[in-house]
């Protein structure tokens, strides 16, 4: 089982202790809204649409490409945001 979640604290365990071998993945949408307040306003724009290639990426191949790409453009600059 899968569930998705936003970032309320306590959910993952609830969940887990009902459902114990779920996976608890964070809901893409609030990943990235929370992970663009790490983003200064002036490069939110073009940061954003470099990681939207990674998630219009057509294989998971091109995805970690498009990745590495965005590492290496904005992560000496957004580490955090690149880890998450």
């Not at 939207?52 to 998971?60: D, M």
């Amino acid at each position: 089982m899968i569930s998705c979640v936003d970032g309320l604290k306590g959910f993952p365990e609830a969940i887990e202790s009902i459902y114990p071998n779920t996976e608890i993945q964070h809901c893409i949408i609030h990943q990235i809204r929370n992970s663009m307040k790490y983003v200064a306003s002036k490069n939110q724009k073009a940061f954003m649409a470099d990681l939207k290639c990674i998630y219009e990426a057509t294989t998971k191949s091109a995805a970690e490409s498009a990745l590495d790409e965005l590492d290496a453009k904005w992560g000496g600059k957004y580490p955090v945001v690149i880890n998450s």
